[in-house]
């Protein structure tokens, strides 16, 4: 019987260790994909705000190469893809001399490649040396179908539902700290659950809108700040709930939400 409750015990050891693990491998993962969002969405808001207020820094720079090719498609139809429209556009990629080195600004619509030849001198626009505007045309590409920019959109969701949880596990850890009520997973779950669900529809909005324009630069902030603020809105209302029958208050479970997985 000893050898037995050592084996068992053993065992839970063993899946112990294999759960921190795989929180703690999550928890990395989290971390570098909020990571990769802020540092887009900062990309693109400073960008955007640089373009708006005139504080691109400008160089004058030398056109050496415009190169271009075709890029078509169908817009959709049947399932064989028979009867869609043929779309297509050409797109630019400009070479330029600047300064001591060489800049390359790849896939440059039409409209702002025009007039421009090898050997011309023309005036960029550069964002932290990055070339955003030609002649004051727009050459940026921004938020685009790249694999960053794909993989971020795509699990925008897991990112939205993982900070939403971290603000509710926070606001809920300073409620116990300051004495007023202690919640349980059964409370955070309704609001996390909830200010998910509200990101969710704003993300869903902002995705429908790029059909029709541009969505703004900063787009990430609107799923995670609606969802946030209505899970915090609903957590204000559980421990107003709570500290109104302290009896029922229930102890802070450990490792059981998003946030701590």
Same mark, same amino acid.
């Given at each position: ?74 817009? /959709?139809?049947?399932?064989?893809? #028979?009867?869609?429209? +043929? ?6 990629? =400009?070479? !330029? $001399? *600047? ?84 919640? /349980?997973?059964?409370?955070?779950? #309704?609001?996390?659950? +909830? ?6 529809? =704003?993300? !869903? $909005? *902002? ?55």
């Amino acid at each position: 019987m000893s050898d037995t409750s050592e084996a068992a015990a053993h065992v839970g050891t063993v899946r112990s260790r294999g759960g921190r693990a795989r929180r703690a491998v999550f928890r990395l993962v989290m971390v570098v994909l909020i990571l990769l969002l802020a540092g887009r969405t900062y990309e693109e808001t400073a960008v955007a705000l640089a373009r708006s207020n005139g504080s691109l820094d400008t160089a004058a720079a030398t056109v050496t190469e415009v190169t271009s090719r075709t890029v078509s498609g169908y817009s /959709g139809g049947g399932q064989d893809g #028979g009867n869609g429209t +043929l779309l297509s556009h050409t797109e630019f990629t =400009v070479r !330029l $001399a *600047l300064g001591a080195g060489n800049k390359t600004v790849d896939r440059v619509e039409e409209r702002a490649a025009r007039d421009l030849w090898e050997g011309r001198r023309v005036q960029v626009g550069l964002w932290h040396g990055r070339v955003v505007e030609i002649e004051g045309r727009n050459v940026w590409r921004g938020w685009h179908f790249g694999a960053l920019d794909v993989t971020l959109t795509v699990l925008m969701p897991l990112i939205t539902g993982y900070l939403v949880s971290l603000a509710v596990l926070a606001a809920a850890s300073l409620a116990a700290r300051a004495g007023r009520v202690r919640l /349980g997973r059964d409370d955070r779950f #309704g609001p996390c659950a +909830l200010g998910w669900a509200v990101g969710m529809f =704003v993300l !869903l $909005a *902002l995705l429908m809108r790029t059909a029709f324009g541009d969505v703004p630069a900063y787009w990430p902030a609107f799923p995670v700040g609606a969802g946030a603020t209505v899970a915090l809105v609903l957590l204000g209302a559980v421990i107003r709930r709570h500290a109104r029958t302290p009896t029922q208050d229930a102890p802070v479970g450990a490792d059981d939400t998003l946030a701590q997985a």
